[in-house]
């Protein structure tokens, strides 16, 4: 994924700001009157990130969602797919691969709550874009993954589930 907050608002210089923390598994950005907070739960395959737009005019926030390769790559009986699914504002992308009785799948999801002015974007076959309208204020970004080599296992299921336990903490 890619997260823009209306132009190189990040630049390097005076008023550029970052905190790591390896310990605490966060950063912090902030320049601009822009403050960018990314936790990354190991526990739950789940990042967090919060915008905190302070900007006199705040700028629409675009978070893309794209693959890495064409939807499908098959070489000999191997197959490589990506699809992508939407439930609501949150739209997901899943890569499976496939080579006889092998079978290994992988999804991202993103979800933007307490955000139902989200629209979604689709600018080509490979990619999805949430774009957020201007607010001030913070606005939070969930990004979960799974994965499996369970045909039946249902990952989008699981990234809801990983999404709902979230919001109850």
């Known amino acids: 994924i890619s997260v823009g907050v209306g132009g190189p608002v990040f630049k390097g210089g005076g008023a550029f700001r970052q905190r790591l923390s390896i310990y605490d598994a966060r950063d912090v950005i902030q320049a601009n009157n822009v403050r960018a907070q990314v936790f ?10 919060q915008i905190d737009d302070q900007r006199d005019e705040p700028k629409p926030i675009r978070i893309k ?3 890495w390769e064409p939807p499908v790559i098959e070489n000999g009986p ?3 797919s990506y699809i992508f699914r939407t439930t609501g504002a949150s739209p997901s992308v ?3 691969f496939r080579e006889g009785d092998y ?8 979800e933007t709550p307490g955000r139902g002015d ?10 999805r874009v949430i774009v957020l309208p201007p607010q001030s204020g913070k606005t939070t970004i969930l990004v979960a993954s799974a994965a499996t080599w369970d045909k039946s296992e249902d990952l989008q299921a699981t990234l809801r589930s990983i999404f709902t336990k979230s919001r109850s903490k």
């Open 94 to 96: 899943t890569r499976t």
């Open 118 to 127: 989200a629209t979604i974007e689709k600018p080509d076959e490979r990619s």
């Open 78 to 80: 191997h197959t490589a």
């Open 103 to 110: 079978y290994c799948s992988g999804a991202v999801a993103i």
């Open 65 to 67: 969602l794209y693959m």
């Open 40 to 49: 990354v739960a190991s526990n739950r395959d789940l990042m967090v990130l």
